[in-house]
């Protein structure tokens, strides 16, 4: 049927409509097909603590890093998963290398060929012992070294301070 003007209209069909909207889902097949090859030719590499270390350091090497952040990227760090633990004695020092954290992430995943990579900052506490200062406590680290001393110090009445 012809419409004033030369323009023909066409009255709509229903196979027409399914007809059309079958070609699309095969269209997808192909789109989610390619997908899958892009994303396993993109498949992000394994990392081990050496290599993850050896980058670090490789970073510091690069970059003008304050004597504090050098010691601190410096330090064994512990791999797991695609986690980096990083060991810190306060949070002074973790504020420190979240100064700098996105910079080295993206160094990082772009040297080691992985997107998943991520710090963790653990704070350890210190074992080691104080070191005695006063007289009493020299004293007290001294007997407990050598428990005769309190039997001394009791028989002559002696003083430690």
Same mark, same amino acid.
């Given at each position: 049927m012809q419409a004033p003007g030369g323009i023909s209209k066409e009255t709509p $069909?229903? &196979?027409k409509i399914f007809d059309k909207k079958t070609a699309p889902v095969e269209d997808t097949k192909k789109e989610v097909e390619q997908n899958e090859v892009i994303t396993a030719t993109t498949a992000q590499s394994e990392v081990s603590e050496e290599n993850v270390q050896t980058k670090i350091n490789e970073y510091v090497a690069q970059h003008s890093l304050s004597g504090a952040i050098k010691v601190i990227l410096t330090k064994p760090i512990k791999l797991i998963g695609t986690e980096i633990e990083l060991s810190m004695t306060n949070s002074v020092e973790i504020s420190m290398v979240q100064k700098i954290e996105v910079e080295l992430l993206g160094f990082l995943?772009? $040297?080691? &060929? &992985?997107?998943s990579i991520k710090f963790k900052f653990n704070v350890a506490k210190d074992d080691s012992e104080r070191r005695p200062y006063t007289s009493i406590e020299?004293?007290?680290a001294m007997a407990k070294k050598n428990p005769t001393l309190l039997k001394l110090r009791d028989e002559f009445g002696l003083d430690t301070e």
């Open positions: $069909s229903l &196979n995943r772009h $040297s080691l &060929n &992985n997107s020299v004293f007290a």
